[in-house]
């Protein structure tokens, strides 16, 4: 069965230096698609970046990276430029078909 | 164009009793999915409905229901309430029922069970 791990419940950074979120995953698929989404204090989920397993290209958006190790089933996120407004839970997930499963989440605090 | 909604924001109910709540999708958006979010188990899907079937179940006991209706409108039931129900359920919408499409989430109903 497929699983998600985030390893790190909690994690702090300074404003405006980088942090990067670990996720590990594990399947037998080859294709499948990776998130990882942000929920600050209003509870609504946020797609922060989206991956598809056979681009081996990493995803980018704006401040936001990861770097997706298929081979290691790793798909990390790096928050560059960290702001007040990146505080927030973080939930890595991994979708194939129908079925989504999500980590546990990672709350991230951001030190002024 | 407006968000994801769920109604109501807060429910406090009892052991024993059943509950509806509601999750009216973006317009335009046919598919609607359900998760349940504790802090010990963490976000885990419920169902998905497109087109007013039902796509797929998650791992929930048959207490746990749902539909959807002609104008993509969700609700999730739960009979027979149990102290462990007590969770933010969080409904998202997308355009199309696959695999890589970006989910939007509304804000949750943060049911309490006492």
């Known amino acids: 069965a497929q699983t998600v791990t985030q390893s790190q419940p909690e994690m702090s950074v300074q404003e405006a230096e980088t942090v990067t979120l670990s996720c590990t995953y594990d399947t037998s698929e080859s294709d499948y698609y990776l998130f990882w989404y942000k929920q600050p204090p209003s509870r609504q989920m946020i797609l922060v970046i989206r991956?598809?397993?056979?681009?081996?290209q990493n995803a980018t958006e704006n401040r936001f990276s990861v770097n997706f190790q298929k081979a290691a089933k790793s798909f990390s996120l790096k928050i560059s430029d960290s702001q007040l407004g990146d505080a927030a839970m973080y939930f890595c997930a991994y979708r194939r078909d129908d079925k989504i499963i999500f980590g546990k989440g990672t709350r991230l605090h951001i030190l002024p | 164009k407006a968000g994801v909604t769920q109604t109501p924001r807060y429910l406090i109910k009892t052991r024993g009793q059943q509950v509806t709540l509601s999750c009216s999708p973006i317009s335009g958006h046919r598919s609607v999915s359900w998760y349940q979010q504790t802090p010990g188990q963490g976000l885990q899907f419920l169902f998905e409905?497109?087109?007013?079937?039902?796509?797929n179940k998650g791992n929930f006991p048959g207490r746990f229901s749902g539909r959807q209706f002609s104008n993509s409108r969700s609700e999730m039931n739960v009979s027979t309430l149990e102290l462990g129900d007590s969770a933010l359920y969080l409904c998202?919408?997308?355009?199309?029922?696959?695999?890589?499409?970006?989910?939007?989430f509304g804000s949750g109903t943060q049911l309490s069970v006492l």
């Open positions: 998202a919408s997308s355009t199309r029922a696959a695999t890589n499409e970006k989910l939007f």
């Open positions: 991956q598809e397993a056979y681009k081996q």
């Open positions: 409905y497109f087109s007013e079937t039902q796509r």
